[in-house]
């Protein structure tokens, strides 16, 4: 049979199929063979014995949290408390492109802003959706469960931009804790949290991974710049080109112009650790 590793407990490994959750051991070879079964993880399985015989080919791994096959990620993003930060959304969208994961960037607390307010962020998103990122609402909910379907999709964004809120309104029986109040109490840095993935609707879910920044620093420059997809749009005049300086590099006339986003171009300069001279 083939299913998926949901949740791991110590040596215990619980796999999903058709809807029913088997607790497996591994084959003794594993060990031997250095093969360490993650949660997200494909394999082939005996119901009968209850036992993981093959971990197959991963689409992705993540080393923090330590999870794999992950299709999709929703980019929880506030616009105010906190403030929109496009070098955290470029940060996520980078991270996720490089791992081939499909970013959506999914807005939260437009209701705090007036129109005047929003005004500004509503050319910035249309720039998002204009490089064929999709770009949604947290209001949005019936479009967010169809995002949602036949998928393993994490949550990831900034502490207090609503990913709870938002999960506990696709699936109130989860009774997600939300809000300052709990940030305080629980869940603090030192509390380990058991990565596990949750059933929504007839996809999977990973609640809050906070996908650590130290797993940015070790990419390559290369992968950095492939991860801006709009790039590829404007091809530039010189091979290999960083972007950084030459005079005629089209990616830099193209921010003069105005057609690719100078938040974007800057984020990608502080990325690659390199200012422009
Ligand atoms: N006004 C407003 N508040 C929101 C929205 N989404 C979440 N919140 C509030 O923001 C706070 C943090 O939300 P929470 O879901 O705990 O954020 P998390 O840290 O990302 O899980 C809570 O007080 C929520 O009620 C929204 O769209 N609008
Ligand atoms: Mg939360
Ligand atoms: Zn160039």
Redo the contacts with the bound molecule.
């Keep these: 049979m083939r299913g998926q590793i949901v949740k791991i407990s110590s040596d215990l490994y619980f796999v999903d199929c058709d809807g029913f959750v088997y607790p497996c051991k591994c084959r003794g070879l594993f060990r031997k063979e250095h093969i360490t079964p993650v949660v997200g993880d494909y394999v082939l399985f005996s119901k009968e014995k209850n036992l993981i015989e093959e971990v197959l080919p991963r689409k992705n791994i993540f080393k923090r949290p330590k999870v794999s096959n992950i299709d999709q990620a929703f980019l929880?993003t506030?616009l105010?408390?906190p403030d929109f930060s496009d070098n955290l959304l470029d940060k996520f969208i980078t991270l996720m492109e490089i791992n081939h994961v499909k970013p959506i960037i999914c807005i939260?607390?437009?209701?705090?802003l007036d129109d005047d307010d929003f005004s500004k962020y509503k050319k910035i998103l249309k720039y998002y959706e204009k490089i064929g990122y999709t770009v949604i609402?947290?209001?949005e909910v019936s479009k967010i469960k169809k995002l949602l379907s036949n998928k393993t999709s994490v949550?990831t964004?900034?502490?207090?931009?609503?990913?709870?809120?938002?999960?506990?309104k696709l699936n109130p029986e989860w009774n997600?804790?939300?809000?300052?109040i709990?940030?305080a109490l629980g869940r603090g840095k030192h509390t380990t949290r058991v990565v596990e993935l949750f059933k929504i609707l007839d996809g999977k879910v990973m609640d809050?991974p906070g996908f650590s920044s130290l797993e940015f620093n070790e990419v390559s420059m290369e992968d950095i710049r492939k991860s801006f997809v709009e790039f590829k749009m404007y091809p530039c005049i010189y091979k290999d080109c960083t972007h950084t300086k030459e005079d005629e590099c089209v990616i830099r006339k193209m921010v003069k112009d105005g057609k690719i986003l100078e938040s974007r171009y800057n984020n990608y300069l502080s990325f690659i650790g390199r200012d422009v001279e």
Excluded: C, M, P, R
């Design positions: 929880i506030s105010k408390y939260t607390k437009k209701d705090l609402y947290n209001t949550f964004g900034q502490t207090g931009a609503g990913k709870s809120t938002l999960l506990n997600l804790e939300t809000g300052e709990s940030k809050t």
